[in-house]
């Protein structure tokens, strides 16, 4: 496969795939009309010659470049009011989120408040706030440069309360993006940590979803295609990454953000509370809690794990090979496979198990999943 050839997919957002295509960018926005976007992107990639570089060939395509970059690791609801601030104080016309999950949440959160004036969290869609979303929303377009949670497609965003960090979702089809610019040399330069860790998060994403109770087909195709370019490529990607491997990587992150509208599962409702309590890495979380929630989930789904196994190309075709095989890419990537390597102690249990059974990933999950289970798992991975 030649990844230096651009190419179009709709699915059903039109998505521009291949290296050096953020190039169109400039052209796309003026033939659309829009003269003053506004650029979403967390502080970090602000600072990246690429980031700037974007800038600068707005600029010169004759475009009023506004760059609102102030928001947390894990987003809060300060960060998206503060954002829907300066795009209607510096008049801006769209709007272009520029990084990885938290700098899409953001993005995508402030296309909802801008022409959507109740409280932000009214439009939870876990109360059925979706139901409120039925203004126009700005014109809005998706820059990834990372690959892992895949939000550049997806049509949601997870922001958090500013004091208790519970997260809540924001939703609706009117969030989908109108174009995605999906340019695997944006991720050329990450660190191995953040390519481990955002890689992992992605094959969460296909693991859960293709596990997740709900029968759709579809998805849990997409999502075996997924697991099989991670799996190929995630380790090339992390210690001598090229254009194939992170191109593979990136369209993975993208196939995992498809399938799992299909749900996600108990990996998630362990791993979102780190993020809250602890301000853990969200696919660190996912990475260390991976092979311990996919353990717990065999029982019932045997076929499955056949088939994932047989996706991975794994010697015993059963769950528990498919575990160890989790356990081993996290050792691979240099990624802890103890909670308590990654920040968590014995006192923060219970807190997390609160949390954890609260979450609104864990109902589609393959089998319930009760207190004491979470309790259990947080436990054993400690």
């Given at each position: 496969m030649d990844?230096?050839?651009?190419?179009?997919?709709?699915?059903?957002?039109?998505?521009?795939?291949g290296a050096g295509v953020i190039k169109e960018l400039p052209d796309h926005l003026a033939a659309m009309g829009l003269t003053r976007p506004l650029l979403?992107?967390?502080?970090?990639?602000?600072?990246?010659?690429?980031?700037?570089a974007i800038g600068d060939s707005l600029r010169a395509r004759g475009l009023s470049v506004e760059v609102f970059s102030g928001i947390h690791k894990n987003p809060v609801k300060s960060d998206v009011l503060k954002g829907g601030d300066v795009y209607s104080a510096t008049e801006r016309d769209s709007i272009v989120g520029i990084g990885g999950g938290a700098a899409m949440d953001v993005a995508r959160a402030i296309v909802l408040r801008v022409?959507?004036?109740?409280?932000?969290?009214?439009?939870?869609?876990?109360?059925?706030?979706?139901?409120?979303?039925?203004?126009?929303?700005?014109?809005?377009?998706?820059?990834?440069?990372?690959s892992g949670?895949?939000?550049?497609?997806?049509?949601?965003?997870?922001?958090?309360?500013?004091?208790?960090?519970?997260?809540?979702?924001?939703?609706?089809p009117k969030l989908l993006a109108k174009m995605v610019y999906a340019d695997p040399l944006l991720t050329m330069d990450l660190p191995p940590f953040v390519t481990a860790a955002t890689g992992m998060d992605a094959l969460t994403h296909n693991l859960e979803a293709y596990l997740a109770k709900m029968y759709h087909p579809m998805c849990e195709g997409i999502a075996l295609e997924g697991i099989e370019l991670i799996n190929r490529s995630i380790g090339q990607a992390v210690n001598k990454p090229d254009l194939e491997s992170r191109s593979r990587m990136m369209i993975a992150s993208l196939m995992g953000a498809v399938a799992f509208q299909k749900g996600l599962g108990v990996v998630h409702s362990l791993a979102h509370p780190m993020s809250s309590l602890l301000d853990t890495h969200h696919g660190l979380a996912n990475a260390v809690n991976l092979p311990y929630g996919m353990r717990f989930?065999?029982?019932?789904?045997?076929?499955?794990?056949?088939?994932?196994?047989?996706?991975?190309?794994?010697?015993?075709?059963?769950?528990?090979?498919?575990?160890?095989?989790?356990?081993?890419l996290n050792g691979e990537l240099n990624?802890?496979?103890?909670?308590?390597?990654?920040?968590?102690?014995?006192?923060?249990?219970?807190?997390?198990?609160?949390?954890?059974?609260?979450?609104?990933?864990?109902?589609?999950?393959?089998?319930?999943?009760?207190?004491?289970?979470?309790?259990q798992l947080y436990g054993e991975a400690l």
């Open positions: 990844f230096n050839t651009i190419r179009q997919y709709n699915f059903p957002t039109p998505i521009r795939f979403v992107t967390d502080p970090v990639v602000a600072e990246l010659d690429f980031f700037k022409n959507h004036r109740r409280d932000l969290f009214d439009y939870d869609d876990l109360i059925g706030g979706d139901v409120y979303v039925t203004g126009e929303v700005p014109y809005f377009v998706t820059v990834p440069t990372t949670t895949g939000s550049e497609v997806g049509r949601s965003a997870i922001i958090s309360e500013d004091e208790t960090h519970r997260k809540r979702i924001l939703f609706s989930n065999i029982a019932g789904s045997e076929e499955k794990f056949r088939r994932i196994a047989r996706t991975m190309g794994l010697g015993g075709e059963n769950g528990e090979a498919v575990v160890q095989r989790l356990f081993e990624l802890p496979i103890r909670l308590r390597d990654a920040g968590v102690r014995a006192e923060h249990i219970e807190t997390l198990a609160d949390l954890a059974i609260d979450d609104f990933a864990h109902p589609n999950n393959p089998k319930p999943v009760s207190r004491e289970d979470f309790k």
